[in-house]
């Protein structure tokens, strides 16, 4: 039954409701009561209706009071089920895929190549939501959730669905109008590169930190060399290391004129747009000039960090002023990435401010673990990607405050600040230290004057400020490092970067570990063995989610121990009553599986927390027991 089909009904409401002189949120509460009961008992059979009511979240409760009844929502949507069906890796990932989660279960990171986030979800389940009225936008296998947009009027049959777990607001994201580039803080600012001041391609100048810029290299570096001077880059091109054999996938608002002179070399293995859910790439500035500074070859011109790579390209921004910014298309492209093979993804993009009536992330949250493309960002480094991510425009702030943009914030990433071509800090570079203590950025590169491929025509220029053009330098290096290294992993990756950097001596949160060194950075990664790839990619204590989750009866709980530890792994209620005690020993560095029977217990299907101490160390996850 649709709510707004019966008039009388809605009548009634509406006139129920002004006698109540309550809270917003309590008015939402009692409104979608009242639309639960003209549901009927029928949709209430198999849940009790406060039952149906935790299910949405504040942020939802909220806008059901604002909302008229033909307006759309954009919810992320908690679904219960993944399939029951074994899937096997092939059906799920490219070879290439597995060939690189393979060296993650090697190190330790995985504890198999498939896990349950990659599991699809249940299709019944999935349909359910669809006859409910929800147009599902993606899919977000990683996050356990679907991501959509539903009519208001709608919202009550799709909270009383069994299928669904629980029901937050999709927060939109504030941008500011990119038709003036130079005004914009998140897309900072392009400038076109006149023909005459082409035809002065730089052959010899005083470079970063007192170095000479001398054009004595096999490649005419143009206009480029200083950018790529600064990490020492040329040196590394001159061995014949260029990114062959690596696939980079790169995330921005779309990418216009790749038939450029500079992409004559270009290969594109994969493309799409995940703002419009079709093949075919929306256009923009942005996209193109990120392009050039990674992947671009034009001698006496441009010369890319990586041109040898192979490219994926995703659109996940909508750059029409007029329309705000989604993390879940981030989300939903760091899948496609991984399910491709992608070995890095670079991101010169960040999500901090929202559109009204959403609330600004707070400094409080870029802790490397609340906003939706940080916890993709995060899964996409477990699973063997080195994500690479500007880490924002924003300036400084007094500590203990920081102006990062997720998903920057992100354990186990690269977060990249800018430089000029002295190599001091350019004042917009964000600042950390994340909320729970991290040191980011981690890294530096030339994000002042940086030059690139323009979109006006196939042999336009432009000279580009902002962290989003310091991100794809370093992406480009980590190409580099894996071209000769396949076998690294991301955190390999991050602290060789870190290891070699100008700063490695006393990292900070402004500068992090400092500039990279390409030169130092390989030989650093030379001399990293297959055995210590392996073995000491994760030094870290590690509780992993439960496999499989939800469970009946039985289910698998994993931890890793860096160290020898004293050990206690409990089972709690949601009251907090602790339930069944499975490990209280000392044991030895390593990682250990434990199984849980819900049934020794005799224990009611529901939410139940299991927690990990070993040492200093703790951490509690949740899992769900279905009968």
């Not at 990932?93 to 990171?109: C, D, E, F, P, T």
């Not at 790579?309 to 921004?317: D, G, M």
């Not at 993804?345 to 901090?352: A, C, D, F, H």
């Not at 980590?478 to 990292?507: E, F, G, K, M, W």
Request: charged share 20%.
């Amino acid at each position: 039954m649709c709510l707004s089909s019966a008039t009388s009904e809605h009548f009634l409401i509406e006139t129920k409701m002004q006698n109540f002189e309550l809270s917003s949120i309590k008015y939402a509460v009692l409104c979608l009561q009242l639309w639960l009961t003209l549901l009927g008992v029928q949709s209430l059979q198999a849940q009790s209706r406060e039952a149906i009511m935790q299910k949405l979240s504040p942020a939802v409760l909220r806008r059901i009071e604002q909302a008229k009844d033909s307006e759309r929502l954009k919810v992320i949507v908690q679904i219960k089920r993944k399939s029951a069906r074994v899937y096997h890796p092939e059906e799920l990932l490219s070879a290439r895929a597995i060939q690189r989660r393979m060296k993650m279960v090697r190190s330790g990171a995985l504890p198999s190549v498939i896990t349950e986030e990659d599991m699809p979800f249940d299709e019944t389940d999935l349909q359910e939501v669809a006859k409910r009225g929800l147009k599902i936008r993606h899919t977000l296998k990683w996050l356990g959730a679907v991501s959509g947009e539903i009519q208001a009027r709608d919202l009550p049959a799709l909270v009383a669905c069994d299928a669904v777990r629980a029901i937050d607001e999709l927060p939109q994201h504030k941008k500011t109008d990119r038709s003036n580039l130079d005004d914009d803080p998140i897309f900072e600012s392009l400038r076109a590169v006149p023909a005459l001041e082409l035809s002065r391609a730089q052959k010899s100048e005083t470079g970063a930190i007192g170095t000479k810029l001398t054009q004595t290299n096999t490649i005419d570096y143009g206009q480029s060399l200083a950018q790529l001077v600064l990490c020492n880059i040329p040196e590394v091109h001159q061995l014949g290391i260029t990114g062959r054999g690596v696939l980079i996938a790169n995330f921005d608002a779309g990418f216009g004129n790749l038939t450029h002179e500079a992409f004559h070399t270009l290969r594109v293995v994969a493309r799409y747009d995940f703002v419009a859910n079709r093949s075919e790439l929306g256009v923009h500035a942005h996209g193109t000039a990120t392009m050039g500074v990674i992947a671009g070859y034009q001698s006496g011109r441009l010369i890319g960090v990586a041109y040898d790579a192979q490219y994926a390209l995703a659109r996940t921004e909508d750059a029409r002023s007029e329309t705000p910014v989604e993390e879940d298309n981030w989300a939903a492209a760091a899948q496609w990435a991984d399910s491709l093979g992608a070995d890095i993804i670079t991101s010169s993009l960040g999500y901090l401010d929202f559109d009204p009536p959403f609330p600004p992330y707070r400094w409080q949250d870029m802790d490397g673990r609340t906003a939706i493309s940080t916890r993709a960002a995060a899964r996409a480094a477990r699973l063997g990607i080195v994500v690479v991510n500007s880490a924002g425009n924003a300036g400084f702030v007094a500590a203990p405050a920081n102006t990062l943009s997720a998903p920057a914030d992100a354990d186990s990433i690269i977060s990249v600040g800018a430089v000029n071509s002295t190599g001091v800090r350019a004042p917009f570079s964000s600042v950390g230290l994340t909320a729970d203590g991290r040191i980011k950025p981690d890294v530096m590169a030339a994000g002042v004057g940086v030059f690139t491929t323009g979109l006006a025509t196939p042999s336009s220029y432009v000279v580009a400020n902002g962290t989003s053009f310091s991100c794809p330098i370093v992406a480009g290096v980590a190409a580099l490092l894996l071209s000769t290294n396949p076998a690294l992993t991301p955190v390999q990756v991050r602290d060789i970067l870190r290891q070699t950097a100008s700063q490695s001596h006393a990292p900070n949160r402004e500068m992090g570990w400092g500039i990279v060194n390409a030169r130092a950075a390989l030989e650093r990664a030379r001399q990293v063995s297959s055995v210590e790839t392996s073995s000491k990619a994760d030094k870290a204590f590690e509780l992993y989610q439960n496999y499989p989750n939800p469970f009946n009866p039985t289910t698998v709980i994993a931890y890793q121990l860096p160290v020898a530890s004293e050990v206690s792994l409990k089972v709690f209620d949601a009251l907090g009553r602790e339930v069944a005690t499975l490990v209280r020993a000392r044991q030895d560095a390593g990682r250990y599986s434990v199984p849980f029977s819900a049934a020794t217990s005799r224990l009611a299907s529901g939410i139940y927390f299991y927690r990990l101490q070993a040492g200093t160390f703790s951490e509690t996850k949740k899992m769900l027991l279905v009968k």
